[in-house]
């Protein structure tokens, strides 16, 4: 029975406990491992990567997958809409060419231009956000008023414009500068506000009183800690210009009639979509398939190197 | 509550009171065990606490970080955070059971019966509705008035209450237009909206000045003396504890260790914990922390003026502009003409509230700011007019350590990096001998030499902060400016660093410039004081001098708001 005044003590334990004692656990520990030990766990995490492993060796080594050329010789106008029959398990097209074939083949230019084209953007972003986010001031303004511009244009109509321009020069790389300089601002805004975040933190003041340059405190400390959230977004991103591929490739601006892409591909079948509902269908799956890979995988990164979102699940 | 009816319902409420300490308390806690985590990752945090609150009575849960204080108090109002949940126990109110209170009727018990006071002013306010429309949500959803007009006449009066004396005009105002002080008032209000019978008071003032702790916690006691409300107060603070509470239950790891009567628990402590804390507690009474047995004191300002000043700070002002709307901007002095000298291997503490310009000194000091006009020298050599080049030198024989243990390193760096990293910068030494000096740091730190290959996450924040101090010595400087780089620490961990930089002061005869909102540090680990209000110093002395004989107002309430400071401690071991 307690009352007002009682003075209870618990019994001592016997062993004094040091103060501030170091529990080193077994494992090393950082945002990147952490996120690492999270997402091998995901069995969506694996196929994802699976998938998406799958998909860039097929673009590197085309010929693995299969022997039979994509287009040109390889064609034969009397296999026109024709059904699968031995070493062509998708039959087809119109023009006679094996879909299977066409499909491995066109791996390539989807997943060339989807990784060049992020990665025009990607850099593009990070270097405007940062020099925004890290210098601010009338930089800031500049930068921010410019990348406002370019967010306000969409990337596919500027794309749409840029290939008509330079339709003597559609290859791989202008096609993925045409993707990827117009859709770099959302990056840049990403970028801008981690790197304004991460600025205010003391290690970064501990780093120039260290002293160590601005730009270099920049390069090895703001940068390395904003990049969380815009990796995320680049794999994102990669889905997106791997659709847009398609989608100039479809709307007839994309490469060349020669270029065996799946956005092509579509584009033709779509004429024969009643007599041959399966050679759109394949491409279509193809590049589907791709996207949502490579968008799951961002979006489980997301998750993981976020540690509120972590703690949820 | 009219002012007629007062004196008759204080009278009523002395005798209820008194009848009450004979009958049951009005909180009862019975071997509660609260458990985080669920299945195989269960981690129980409480395990089997007591506790008893009788009406109008204070108690205060005292505990260092983790201890299970704040676990307890959520218990008790059913807001366990995140995976929470009470395993066993029992927790009633008035003889009603909480824990097997359904979500409706717990919702009834918040705040009619049970107030709630949070800790952070800043970020328990929703910044997008004003001050009165926050107070009025409160007010209704207590079903203290039937109508808009009723909600808004007892908002005013709630806010009046809690010692906003504007309150009609402040109602329209919004968060970021009120100071910490009136946020935490505010909040208070909203506790005491509803009259409850108990208060629960979550560190409701560690976020703020210690002059403006006072005045609120007085407020806070008058207003629940009167209205007897039993109050359960949660702090780090054992001399705040002290001061405000009729008894004090001291918690360590999710046990109760000791529980008694304020006086008694502080003055004389059982408990070998309670002991430690009690001794590690720095007060106005305690002494100089000291390396070695040799006297480091200093006990007038003559013993040192003679020695030539390591650092140096002649007139020094420092201007923002503030826009003023438009084009226009006003400027603002941060620092009003600050002067101070260092001796070799002493500690000068800058002491002043949020806003007094002490922390711009520290920068200004360490260049990372420019000065309005005035000058820095250190070493007798006028900073001003310093290249580039002679600045990068400076940085190496002097370092920052900085308040946040959290903030100041690099996540993404191995601990080892991050030490060698000034060494890097200024080119000292090749890898190998880079890796030596790191283990160096480490042993003089007192962490073991494999922490290098670690990560600063890992790490407590009093290990963290002996990283920053390590990555501070790495250069060798002989000056070290410690930026508040004790305040976000438990007592026990604050001792302990405290004691690790006056021993790294002697061996390496640092000198020190210590900023800090904290008298009760100074009076443990400085030299010489400097006391700032709004960019200006009010006073400076030794240490002794101005806590013996403080000549300002400013200091002297400075002094009268270290909580519990006339209280001796015991446990001295």
Not at chain 1, 105 to 133: E, F, K, P, Q
Request: hydrophobic residues 45%; neutral net charge.
């Amino acid at each position: 029975m307690s009352s007002n005044s009682t003075h209870y003590v618990a019994a001592a334990q016997t062993e004094t406990v040091v103060v501030d004692q170091l529990h080193l656990s077994d494992k090393k520990s950082n945002l990147w491992l952490d996120a690492w030990r999270d997402l091998r766990r995901r069995p969506t995490f694996w196929v994802s990567v699976v998938l998406c492993v799958f998909i860039i060796v097929m673009a590197v080594v085309p010929n693995l997958f299969t022997s039979v050329g994509p287009s040109g010789a390889a064609c034969d106008l009397a296999n026109s809409n024709a059904d699968a029959s031995a070493g062509h398990p998708l039959g087809y097209n119109f023009l006679g060419c094996d879909i299977w074939s066409r499909l491995v083949h066109g791996t390539r230019t989807s997943v060339l231009v989807g990784v060049m084209a992020t990665a025009i953007s990607t850099v593009i972003g990070v270097i405007m956000g940062a020099l925004a986010g890290f210098y601010g001031g009338f930089l800031d303004s500049l930068l921010s008023r410019v990348g406002d511009v370019f967010f306000t244009i969409p990337y596919i109509i500027a794309a749409v414009v840029v290939m008509s321009v330079l339709a003597d020069y559609r290859n791989e790389f202008v096609l993925a500068l045409a993707i990827g300089g117009f859709s770099w601002a959302s990056t840049a805004r990403i970028a801008r506000a981690e790197v304004l975040r991460v600025k205010q933190s003391d290690y970064v003041t501990a780093s120039i009183s260290i002293g160590l340059s601005r730009f270099r405190t920049m390069l090895t400390h703001v940068l390395p800690n904003a990049m969380a959230p815009v990796i995320v977004v680049t794999t994102l991103s990669l889905g997106t210009a791997i659709v847009a591929e398609s989608t100039l490739s479809f709307l007839g601006v994309g490469l060349g009639g020669a270029t065996v892409s799946w956005g092509a591909d579509i584009s033709q079948a779509q004429t024969q979509i009643r007599s041959a509902p399966l050679a759109l269908f394949w491409p279509s799956l193809a590049l589907t398939v791709t996207v949502l890979a490579f968008i799951t995988l961002g979006e489980l990164l997301r998750d993981a190197v976020d540690p509120k979102s972590r703690a949820q699940r | 509550m009219s002012d007629i009816e007062n004196p008759t319902s204080r009278a009523r409420l002395r005798s209820s009171t008194k009848e009450s300490v004979v009958s049951q308390p009005l909180l009862q806690i019975r071997d509660l065990t609260v458990s985080f985590g669920t299945g195989k990752k269960a981690r129980e945090v409480l395990h089997g606490v007591d506790l008893d609150v009788f009406p109008g009575e204070t108690v205060a849960i005292v505990g260092e970080s983790g201890s299970g204080k704040s676990t307890t108090a959520a218990a008790v109002i059913n807001l366990l955070p995140g995976t929470g949940a009470v395993t066993g126990g029992s927790v009633t109110l008035d003889g009603v059971d909480l824990l097997g209170a359904s979500r409706r009727e717990m919702e009834s018990i918040r705040g009619r019966d049970i107030g709630y006071v949070p800790q952070d002013p800043m970020s328990n306010l929703n910044p997008v509705w004003s001050i009165g429309f926050q107070v009025e949500e409160a007010v209704r959803a207590n079903g203290l008035a039937s109508n808009r007009k009723e909600a808004r006449a007892r908002a005013i009066e709630v806010l009046k209450q809690a010692g906003l004396a504007d309150a009609e005009r402040r109602m329209h105002q919004f968060p970021h237009q009120f100071s910490g002080g009136m946020r935490q008032r505010a909040l208070i209000g909203i506790g005491l909206a509803a009259d409850p019978k108990l208060l629960i008071a979550d560190e409701p003032t560690s976020a703020l000045d210690v002059t403006v702790q006072r005045v609120i916690l007085d407020h806070l006691a008058s207003l629940t003396r009167e209205k007897g409300t039993a109050v359960l107060f949660i702090t780090h603070d054992l001399g705040l504890a002290a001061e405000r509470a009729d008894r004090i239950i001291v918690m360590n790891q999710g046990e109760i260790v000791e529980s008694g009567p304020s006086r008694a628990i502080l003055e004389a402590p059982q408990h070998p914990y309670t002991q430690r804390l009690v001794a590690a507690a720095p007060s106005i009474a305690s002494q100089r922390i000291q390396a070695v047995a040799e006297r480091r004191g200093v006990e007038h300002l003559e013993e040192v003026v003679d020695a030539k000043p390591v650092v140096e700070v002649r007139d020094l002002v420092k201007e923002y502009k503030i826009r003023s709307g438009g084009f226009r901007s006003e400027p603002f002095r941060a620092v009003d003409g600050v002067s101070f000298q260092i001796p070799r291997g002493k500690t000068l503490a800058l002491v002043g509230e949020s806003g007094s310009g002490k922390s711009t000194v520290a920068k200004m000091v360490l260049q990372l700011e420019k000065p309005t006009s005035g000058s820095v020298l250190v070493d007798g050599a006028d900073t001003s007019g310093m290249s580039r080049k002679e600045v990068f030198g400076l940085r190496s024989r002097m370092q920052p350590v900085f308040q946040d243990p959290y903030g100041s390193l690099d996540p993404l760096r191995s601990i080892g990096a991050l030490i060698a990293e000034p060494l890097r910068v200024h080119g000292v030494g090749d890898e190998k001998s880079r890796r030596e000096r790191v283990f160096e740091l480490l042993d003089q730190v007192s962490l073991p030499r494999e922490v290098a290959w670690r990560y600063p996450n890992e790490l407590s924040g009093g290990q963290r902060q002996r990283i920053a101090i390590a990555r501070a010595l790495a250069l060798k400087p002989s000056i070290v400016v410690l930026d508040e780089a004790v305040s976000a620490l438990d007592v026990l961990v604050q001792d302990q660093i405290l004691r690790l930089l006056a021993e790294l002061q002697s061996e390496l005869d640092l000198t020190y410039l210590f900023i800090t909102h904290d008298l009760a540090v100074v009076r443990v680990a400085a030299d010489l004081v400097c006391v700032m209000e709004q960019g200006r110093v009010v006073e400076q002395g030794t240490v002794d001098e101005i806590f013996a004989s403080p000549a300002e107002d400013y200091t002297k309430r400075l002094l009268a708001a270290i909580p519990g400071a006339e209280i001796p401690l015991g446990g001295n071991l």
